[in-house]
């Protein structure tokens, strides 16, 4: 649940707790309220009926000489309240103040009420001249109490909630205004998790939200650059690696190379050379040139893994096509290898060629290495709208399983995914239905 909607909550519960008192406040108030207004109403007929011509002469066994009107006195009586006269020797007269009768009271709250409205009535003297001459009692009416009550109860409980609903709208709106840059700092986080660098966060009103976005764009900034200086010492890693290759390949084709035809044709003039009793010397002559031949043949396929063509020269794809064609000629009776070069490859720096090569060159290593594929089909495609990115897919139909290949220690894929790195581009590996298909992406920036 959203902050807003827990505030919203929460102010509900509050002004819900506050109904609840309201009411029992309201409850209180109304039986308070009744028994002083049965006190006031019982004050005022004893006090008229004091005053009433001719009630000197009433007695305690005698009737009085005027009879006291009801008129009169049922005005003196308080809505709600019903009032019983005692005077002299006269019956009990009992009356009851006019009642509009709105607002029924439920079954519950009249229960509630009948023990207050049941209680000990309050009782006033007539007193004459000193002298008592009856009394009066008034109490409230239960079903005018219980119905006065009840309009005061739903009044208290209409305004309380009221107030509940109009602070909790009024609360959510004020708090989703509030926290509105939460979701702003959250979208800059999930850029980080994303691994691209987010935009800066611009000034928020609230103190503590700008605090954080502060502290953010501080930290966006320090990584941003930590970023710039892994990239750059990346590509630096994959140059002097490049001219570690270039080296290696330069001393195998000078040194060992010469080695090994200097090997070769010492074999040849030994075989030449031999009388023709030594057959046993001639076989051993041509067993070592058929090693040494073994051995330049391997030389050449090292080389052809170390030395890098003349990309800027021939271009990117002569360069693939010419990988493809060395494949193919040293697999034999492999499997088929095709090459798809689509898109104008013209400008491309040497360092982006250089890399794209070599990653093409250890994807198709690890195609043949990790299945027993029967075709395998190399995509390089460069689509300059919209800058999409270059991108280079190696599919195969010889099985596997991505996850166990991504997980594997084997240092090719970890090259890959170095060399991406320092063109800002990534490494995917998918299953196709039949095999593998690997994809690497790098940005047209290049």
């Not at 502290?215 to 690696?241: C, H, K, P, Y």
Request: with cysteine; hydrophobic share 45%; net charge positive.
């Amino acid at each position: 649940m959203s902050l807003p909607a827990h505030l919203a909550l929460r102010l509900l519960v509050v002004t819900l707790l506050c109904l609840t008192g309201a009411v029992a406040w309201t409850l209180w108030e109304a039986r308070t309220g009744l028994r002083e207004e049965a006190a006031v109403s019982a004050g005022r007929i004893a006090a008229g009926l004091a005053r009433q011509p001719g009630l000197g002469s009433v007695g305690p066994a005698a009737l009085p000489i005027a009879k006291p009107q009801a008129e009169p006195t049922v005005l003196m009586i308080l809505p709600g309240i019903c009032a019983e006269i005692r005077l002299g020797a006269e019956a009990p007269r009992r009356l009851c103040g006019d009642w509009d009768g709105l607002g029924t009271a439920p079954a519950w709250l009249a229960g509630a009420l009948a023990a207050e409205t049941g209680a000990t009535p309050v009782i006033r003297d007539i007193v004459y001249r000193g002298r008592s001459l009856g009394s009066v009692a008034a109490w409230p009416d239960p079903v005018a109490a219980a119905g006065r009550a009840w309009r005061q109860v739903r009044f208290a409980s209409g305004l309380a909630l009221s107030l509940a609903g109009t602070t909790a709208i009024l609360g959510w709106l004020a708090a989703a205004r509030l926290v509105a840059p939460a979701a702003r700092i959250v979208q800059g986080v999930d850029g980080f998790e994303a691994g691209r660098t987010p935009s800066p966060l611009p000034r928020f009103r609230a103190a503590e939200f700008d605090r954080i976005a502060t502290a953010f764009n501080a930290l966006a900034g320090r990584l941003s650059r930590i970023e710039d200086e892994r990239t750059d010492l990346m590509r630096r890693l994959v140059q002097v690696q490049e001219e570690e290759r270039q080296s290696l390949a330069r001393d195998l084709h000078d040194a060992f190379g010469q080695c090994l035809a200097a090997a070769g044709a010492l074999a040849a003039a030994i075989e030449a050379g031999v009388p023709e009793e030594r057959a046993d010397l001639r076989t051993d002559a041509a067993g070592i040139e058929a090693v040494v031949g073994a051995m330049r043949e391997s030389l050449r396929g090292a080389l052809a893994q170390l030395e890098l063509p003349d990309l800027a020269g021939i271009g990117l794809g002569e360069g693939l096509r010419g990988l493809v064609s060395d494949w193919q000629t040293r697999l034999r009776t492999g499997p088929s290898l095709h090459l798809d070069v689509m898109g104008d490859w013209a400008g491309l720096s040497p360092q982006v060629s250089a890399s794209l090569y070599r990653i093409a060159q250890e994807l198709l290593t690890n195609a043949l290495r990790h299945g027993r594929p029967s075709r395998i089909f190399l995509r390089l495609q460069r689509i300059e709208t919209g800058r999409r990115p270059i991108t280079l897919v190696v599919d195969d139909d010889g099985g596997g399983d991505p996850a166990h290949i991504a997980g594997a220690s084997g240092r090719g894929l970890a090259g890959i995914r170095a060399r991406l790195a320092a063109l800002g581009g990534a490494l995917s590996l998918t299953g196709n239905g039949s095999g593998l298909r690997a994809c690497a992406s790098v940005p047209t920036r290049g």
